[in-house]
Structure formats: C-alpha cells, structure tokens
C-alpha cells in the first residue's frame, strides 16, 4: 500500500470522527494518524501497537501509545472506554478478525475499520488470466510474505456484520482512480471498490409495549424516508 493511499486513508476516517471525542487507534505504528487527529479533531486520541521500535518513536513524540497485541491485549481496556475505535488496514492481518471487532464494540461507542477488498476486480481478474494470487499496489506482497491472513470481498465483511449484530452506519468505497463513492450492496461496488472504510457500532433493541404485548424492535433497521 502506498503512502498516498494511506494519506487517503485517513482523511476519511478523519470525517467520520467528531470533534473533541476520545479514541484509541489499534495498530497506530508510529502514531501519524493519531497527530492528525488531535491537531484537526482536537481528539483525546491514544495507541496501541505491537512494534516496540515504533511504540518508543510515538512515545517520544509526546504520544500516549502502549505496546500491546490487538488480539491478545484489548482485554485491559474497559466497557466504552472510549468513543471511537480505528482499525486501519490491519482487520485483514488477524487470526480472528471478527473476535477483534467485537472486542473493539465492546471498548468503543462506534468502530471505524479500513481494509483492502480483495472483490475488486483486478484481484478477479489475475487469478483469472493468470491463474495465480494477485500482486497489486494495494496488495503487493507475494503470497508466501504477505501478512494478509484472511482474504475477504466487501461482500463476505458486509455480510459478517448483518449476521453478528453490528450495524453498518456509513460505508465509503475507494476506486483505483481515487474516487469515493458510498457502499452499497451491490455487485458494482464489490468489483470497484479497492478499498473500503466502515463506521461500525452495536444493533441496539429495546422494548416497548403494544396492547400489552411486548415487542423488541431494532431502531438500526428503521428506514426514513
């Protein structure tokens, strides 16, 4: 992935944050986006990252960064502890990503993650014609060095999240071109999107009464027109 996309990247996840909230960014390297977001968003913003070569960098840049495995270490942090939770381009590169999500709703009032769609249709079309993984700019590693674990389309994360009680807020696609565009569910943008951010949080229910019957309803699934 190159540093023009990660710049993109985060300009977008930088939209979906309102001003003056906390966040935690899990997999923060040296803590680039976790400056911009305090500079742009005046956000109370921390890290936690894996490398402790970068950890020491953020921490001597003035950051609050502790070293930590996403997948191992999101336990020391309690119930919505902070308002936001960002996953950049990592969701990928986990052995349980949907444990990690959850783990991430429980700690967080809304999660943003990022990841490549390997839907897009240059993937397709490489192991089509040339019969073997792809190598593109977005996803440039051999097969036998990528970090990547887990190969899923816009589809499979779409439809991960309607089974798994987690509402999809707001979802931005990225083309090759740059171009944004919003997510829908539709065959298109799983063929152009190269790469995806999602603003996730918990379907929540609640009861009401109705001639004294009780009935749950989700308001997440309630549409205005």
Known sequence: MNIKSIRKDWELIQKLIEKDRTVLDIGCGDGGLIKKLMKDNNSKAQGLEIDGNLVRDSISSGLIVVQGNAEKDLDQYNDESFDYVILSQTLQAMNKPKKVLEEMLRIGGKVIVSFPNFGHWNVRAQLLIKGR??????????????????????????????????????????????KQFEIENSLLANLYTHEAIFLLSKKKYEKIKIQDKQKIINPSRIRVV
């Open 133 to 178: 993984m792809p190598v593109t700019k977005n996803l440039p590693y051999s097969w036998y060095e990528t970090p990547n674990i887990h190969f899923f389309t816009l589809k499979d994360f779409q439809e991960m999240c309607n089974s798994s009680n987690i509402f999809i807020e707001k979802s931005i696609g990225l083309a090759s071109s740059g």
